[in-house]
């Protein structure tokens, strides 16, 4: 069964502290993507990979940081610097950088405490 | 430069009736309009997309009417029904950085019985 996944589902944190979450694919996809979404302003891009081992900052990158070690994987770190982190998070995927659809996972939910 | 417009914000439409939600965009590059559906919870799945050399495109209840000269494009649900309440996003991307996908705000449609 093909797709993206992402855990937890829902993640609380307190402030000041660090937390990780986690997007795996088995699409065999190059190109993996992590958006933001908040009520009422459409999806945001923080960081995008186009290949292992290589990622590039989106329009919000700040407060952010990511790494791509697996194909298969692309895990989002929310630092205590990211300042309103409380939101929808969003990992997609696509077959390669020119490839113009992108397959989403079902989300994370952070709420900072 | 970079925006896609979206409207309406919310949209109640009673049950066999059209869904109307419109789009506007300013760059002249961009060459690749999708449309997703997100229901609560989940992330957005692609539902149907038009490139610029076509006015419109058809799949099943969704139809999308493609303007160029305007940079205008909007979807209508023909036949709407409570099963396609969600929020809808159109969005934009350019062969030259498909990375780069712009998302318009959306548009929360319910449909009633």
């Known amino acids: 069964d093909g797709g993206i996944t992402q855990s937890p589902k829902y993640l609380f944190r307190k402030e000041g502290q660090n937390v990780t979450l986690s997007c795996e694919q088995n699409?065999?996809?190059?190109?993996m993507y992590w958006y933001r979404q908040d009520p009422g302003q459409g999806l945001r891009l923080i960081y995008y990979?186009?290949?292992?081992?290589?990622?590039q900052k989106g329009d919000i990158a700040e407060g952010y940081s990511v790494s791509r070690e697996k194909k298969e994987s692309f895990p989002l770190t929310v630092t205590s610097a990211q300042k309103n982190p409380t939101a929808f998070y969003l990992c997609a995927s696509a077959q390669g950088p020119r490839t113009d659809t992108q397959y989403f996972g079902p989300g994370t939910r952070l709420t900072v405490l | 430069q970079q925006q896609v417009k979206q409207s309406p914000q919310s949209l109640i439409v009673q049950k066999g009736g059209i869904s109307i939600i419109n789009c506007a965009y300013e760059?002249?590059?961009?060459?690749?309009f999708p449309w997703y559906q997100q229901f609560p919870g989940k992330g957005p799945a692609l539902l149907i997309a038009i490139r610029p050399d076509v006015s419109e495109k058809k799949e099943g209840r969704f139809t999308i009417s493609f303007n160029k000269s305007a940079k205008q494009f909007s979807l209508h649900i023909m036949d709407s029904q409570p099963g396609d309440s969600a929020t809808y996003f159109c969005?934009?991307?350019?062969?030259?950085?498909?990375?780069?996908?712009?998302f318009g705000p959306g548009t929360s449609l319910s449909v009633i019985p």
């Open positions: 699409l065999n996809h190059d190109a």
């Open positions: 969005a934009a991307s350019m062969k030259t950085s498909y990375d780069k996908v712009i």
């Open positions: 990979s186009q290949i292992v081992n290589d990622f």
């Open positions: 760059n002249t590059a961009f060459d690749y």
